[in-house]
């Protein structure tokens, strides 16, 4: 099994920036793909970003060019770099992890879940 554990999580002003972590552990391969998702309380989650152990990655329309989705193979560590946070984006984000059978992450192919942590943006 694999266990993903978030960190990084807190409270920010609109404008700011903050950076949430993923450690990824456990008996059996992450997969190739791993990726941020975020619920808001009242909606369904909905995926951010994502990335391929190749390189490629993927946003959602919402944070494209404010957002930016690293990995560390070597740690098995995927970051979510979030600048320019608006009161919007405050939400629960969740790591997650997947096998793709292609070249992108497509945001369906993610089955592996962490506990989420808390980004608040306040206006």
């Known amino acids: 099994q694999v266990q993903l554990v978030e960190s990084g999580g807190g409270s920010v002003q609109a404008g700011g920036s903050l950076r949430v972590s993923c450690a990824a552990s456990g008996s059996t391969a992450v997969g190739n793909c791993m990726g941020w998702f975020r619920q808001a309380p009242g909606k369904e989650r909905e995926g951010v970003a994502s990335?391929?152990?190749?390189?490629?990655?993927y946003y959602a329309d919402s944070v494209k060019g404010r957002f930016t989705i690293s990995q560390d193979n070597a740690k098995n560590t995927v970051y979510l770099q979030m600048n320019s946070l608006k009161p919007e984006d405050t939400a629960m984000y969740y790591c997650a992890a997947g096998v793709s059978y292609g070249g992108s992450c497509p945001f369906w192919i993610f089955d592996t879940w962490g506990q989420g942590t808390q980004v608040t943006v306040s206006s």
């Open positions: 990335v391929h152990t190749t390189g490629s990655t």
